[in-house]
């Protein structure tokens, strides 16, 4: 079983609509949770990081966690051609005897004009 | 703003050359860690270091090695490159168990 897991898509979403992007995670005792964006030929770029159960909101991004269905999604609200990129789920999870950023394998979302 | 930077976006080299690629970080982080990236594979541990001279294992180590001798630099040595080493090479830094800043990463081809 992989410790983080995300559907690879892609998630096709017409221009301004809500994209919801999904993510579960295998340690329960995960603490830390963040969502990197990454272009094509680029390196991710964190864009939300998130601790506690609930919402966060930043700006157009919202992300939400539940640790006790070991659940974190990213909302990306009014969605345009420009966030068209791969979306990495990471978890601090516990991994061959320490903590680790262990990184999903990332859901491609694309945005239609 | 954490900034991480990578001694070369592109990099070309033939097989069994020596290949060096360097990271520095500007915000004092302790912890240092080079991935490679490969389409499908998604983000795969090569090595990685918690201190200075310090280096841990990751999880596909074979071919590589590192060196750590400042806080700020972490480089990864191909001790003789393969065909089967050409990949988007990602450097990253972090301070304690926290999230991870990349560098631009290095596009190695080898032919």
């Known amino acids: 079983q992989k410790e983080v897991e995300q559907n690879s898509g892609p998630l096709s979403v017409p221009e301004g609509a809500i994209a919801s992007l999904n993510c579960t995670y295998s340690?329960?005792?995960?603490?830390?949770f963040f969502w990197y964006r990454q272009y094509s030929g680029k390196s991710p770029e964190l864009i939300m990081s998130i601790y506690s159960n609930g919402d966060k909101e930043d700006g157009r991004f919202t992300a939400q966690l539940n640790k006790a269905s070991q659940y974190v999604s990213l909302l990306i609200r009014d969605s345009q051609p420009s966030d068209s990129a791969t979306y990495l789920c990471a978890v601090i999870g516990w991994m061959d005897s320490s903590y680790k950023l262990i990184f999903g394998s990332g859901t491609r979302l694309l945005v239609r004009p | 703003d954490v900034k991480v930077t990578q001694s070369s976006r592109y990099l070309v080299k033939r097989t069994g050359e020596k290949v060096f690629l360097e990271c520095v970080q500007d915000m004092d982080h302790e912890n240092m860690f080079w991935y490679r990236q490969d389409p499908g594979l998604g983000l795969r541990l090569i090595y990685f270091?918690?201190?200075?001279?310090?280096?841990e294992k990751g999880d596909i180590p074979e071919g590589y090695s590192v060196s750590r001798e400042k806080k700020e630099r972490f480089s990864l040595i191909l001790e003789s490159a393969s065909t089967n080493q050409t990949s988007m090479y990602l450097c990253a830094s972090s301070s304690g168990y926290n999230e991870q800043f990349f560098g631009p990463g290095t596009r190695l081809t080898v032919l």
């Open positions: 340690d329960r005792g995960s603490q830390s």
């Open positions: 270091s918690y201190d200075v001279k310090m280096k």
